[in-house]
């Protein structure tokens, strides 16, 4: 059964980077029928798609955090990464890591934006 | 990429049916066959229920069907049930980004 785990830090500063991994279990990030991807909610609100990769290259981003958002895969670790550059409070919100297909997910991380 | 648009809130009786509607435009919603539906309870990760507009993931109740007319796509809930209470989500692929999800519809089992 394919299990997927966020980690990384909860608290990031305004202005720095925000940095999560997602360890993937039972499948392989290789396998290149999938895309992997980011999922955020702030806390209240709806889902935001952030960026999904696959291991072939293809990659897509969301338009609006483009400038701001690199997914990298790590098929030695078949984990997969999200970096986002220059986060304000507006970035708080729940990391969820996901099939692309949305059919398996991570339990998601709460990650607050406060100096 | 504007989210597409559902219903706030639903609400409906056990045993009722109810039918959530997510409308987008021709460049995602009406010109793809790729709409999923995603349920969330609270404090827990989505799940998928539907997706390429009519296909439900192994292990999901046949109560649940999704279908496609135009550029508005539904999710319908037969026999509702009170484990049903849930946000509702629809996603779609589109041209101007590769994933634009609903505004989430509150489904309320009375």
């Known amino acids: ?115 | 990429q504007s989210a597409l648009t559902q219903p706030a809130s639903v609400s409906g009786s056990p045993g009722q049916s109810i039918t959530i509607s997510c409308s987008g435009t021709s460049s995602d919603v009406g010109g793809y066959n790729y709409v999923s539906w995603l349920q969330q309870h609270p404090g827990k990760a989505p799940k998928l229920m539907i997706y390429d507009v009519i296909k439900r993931p192994s292990g999901v109740s046949n109560r649940f069907s999704g279908s496609k007319s135009g550029n508005t796509a539904s999710l319908t809930i037969s026999g509702l049930q009170a484990d049903d209470e849930a946000d509702y989500y629809c996603c779609s692929y589109g041209d101007s980004a590769w994933t634009v999800f609903g505004t989430g519809t509150k489904v309320t089992v009375l």
């Open chain 1, 1 to 115: 059964q394919l299990r997927l785990q966020e980690s990384g830090p909860g608290l990031v500063k305004p202005s720095e980077t925000l940095s999560l991994t997602c360890t993937v279990s039972g499948g392989s990030i290789s396998n290149s029928d999938y895309y992997w991807g980011w999922v955020r909610q702030p806390p209240g609100k709806g889902l935001e798609w952030i960026a999904s990769s696959q291991h072939s290259g293809n990659t897509h981003y969301n338009p609006s955090l483009e400038s701001r958002v690199t997914i990298s895969l790590d098929t030695s670790n078949n984990q997969f990464s999200l970096n986002m550059s220059s986060v304000t409070a507006a970035d708080t919100a729940i990391y969820y890591c996901a099939r692309a297909r949305f059919d398996s997910w991570g339990q998601g991380t709460l990650v607050t934006v406060s100096s």
